[in-house]
């Protein structure tokens, strides 16, 4: 089986690279990634000369050079993580979330066509990667299941939901054997210091303040990266053509509850006296429209394909923590240069 894995270098693309390389080594795996700002090979090197595995550089959202690729190495199946991933870029830039989520995904469903009607391959499976955000925003109480009706607020969600219709509209239309599975928020290693928890990981190692937006009362249900990436292969392999799954920790927390308690294991582990990361905390303007509570209902991928949580949030907090205190390398190489700019540009006024 020859597999093209699409956003390989990301947070979550490089675990899900990392499974399929080492677990099977008779598939061919193909990771396609433009190495954007998120995007980096240095999340892969241990596997990078494994025969099985092959880097390309290139641009989803290039028509005729994903087409070309498909005709050239005739995939049998397609996994879809390639995006533009984050909430606040897509609030300053929405229309580059509309090309690579929107005509990227559109640009793989029509090669992918291409092949599965050809018959030749045989092309088997499109599985998107994509959000529980398309869902939209949960008062106090509820959860999202794969009924409930898609109601995205931001830019980022937008597009998100989109890219799902179209995959879906390609199942419905054409027959292609697409699976879809929308997961909330992950967290571990390798995560770009754009996003809540590394974001505050690194400002306590450098003493900055934490910027939580609003009150911090927004909710979000956090899931370690590795049990997301079980639960695609998981899916990839037994999900029936048409079908989406879920995928979530049954783990809720309020934001300010994530960053006292990541303050609590980073006093320990820096033996700083306790209470000291606390004080770093600062609340600051919120974000336009944004989603007060996530939280999913993963009971159908656990009934139908026995998928739960290997890890605690407590064990997966403080690996990752640990992640980023033996990877300095990697995280001072992150944010250096352009993103010190993003950095002043998002938070400076806020
Ligand atoms: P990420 O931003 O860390 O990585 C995205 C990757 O896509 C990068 O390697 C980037 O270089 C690549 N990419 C971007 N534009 C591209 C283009 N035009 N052509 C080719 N490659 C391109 O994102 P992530 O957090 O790893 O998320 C991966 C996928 O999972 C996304 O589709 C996202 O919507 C979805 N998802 C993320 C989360 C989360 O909590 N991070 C939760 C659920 C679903
Ligand atoms: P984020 O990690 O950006 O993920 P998402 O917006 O996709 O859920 O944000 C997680 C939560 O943390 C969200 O409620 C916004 C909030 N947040 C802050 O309070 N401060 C920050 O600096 C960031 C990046 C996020």
Redesign the pocket.
């Known amino acids: 089986m020859k597999i093209l894995i699409?956003?390989?270098?990301?947070?979550?693309?490089s675990h899900v690279v990392r499974l399929f390389v080492n677990t099977y080594p008779n598939y061919t795996i193909h990771n396609?990634?433009?190495?954007?700002y998120?995007?980096?090979l240095a999340n892969l090197t241990d596997i990078e000369n494994q025969p099985n595995y092959q880097f390309i550089k290139?641009?989803?959202?290039d028509a005729a050079f994903i087409t070309a690729l498909f005709e050239k190495e005739q995939y049998n199946a397609v996994i879809h993580?390639?995006?533009?991933?984050?909430v606040d870029r897509s609030i300053t830039n929405p229309l580059e979330f509309v090309?690579?989520n929107v005509i990227?995904t559109v640009n793989l469903l029509n090669a992918a066509k291409s092949l599965y009607n050809k018959g030749a391959g045989p092309f088997k499976r499109f599985y998107h990667?994509?959000?529980?955000e398309v869902y939209g925003a949960l008062g106090e109480t509820g959860m999202f299941t794969e009924t409930t009706a898609y109601d995205p607020h931001s830019p980022y969600s937008a597009s998100?939901a989109s890219s799902d219709h179209f995959v879906r509209a390609y199942h419905d239309t054409y027959g292609l054997p697409a699976v879809i599975s929308n997961?909330?928020?992950?967290y571990g290693p390798n995560h770009?210091p754009e996003?809540l928890i590394p974001l505050c990981i690194n400002n306590i190692l450098n003493n900055k303040p934490l910027p939580i937006y609003g009150k911090g009362e927004n909710v979000r249900d956090w899931l370690y990266v590795i049990d997301h990436a079980r639960a695609i292969d998981i899916i990839f392999h037994k999900a029936k053509a048409g079908s989406t799954y879920n995928i979530g920790g049954h783990n809720e927390w309020t934001n300010i509850n994530v960053i006292r308690l990541l303050c609590q294991i980073l006093d320990k582990k820096l033996n700083r006296p306790a209470g000291t990361n606390e004080k770093l905390i600062t609340f600051v303007t919120d974000r336009a429209g944004h989603d007060l509570r996530y939280a999913i209902d993963a009971t159908k991928l656990k009934q139908d394909l026995g998928w739960v949580p290997s890890v605690t949030f407590e064990q997966g907090l403080d690996a990752t923590v640990d992640w980023y205190l033996n990877n300095s390398e990697w995280l001072n190489n992150v944010t250096s240069g352009n993103y010190t700019h993003y950095y002043e540009e998002q938070y400076a006024k806020r």
């Open positions: 699409t956003g390989g270098a990301g947070f979550i693309g396609l990634d433009k190495l954007t998120a995007g980096n290139g641009d989803i959202v993580l390639a995006a533009e991933s984050h090309m690579t990227g990667v994509s959000t529980d998100k997961c909330s928020n992950n770009f996003k």
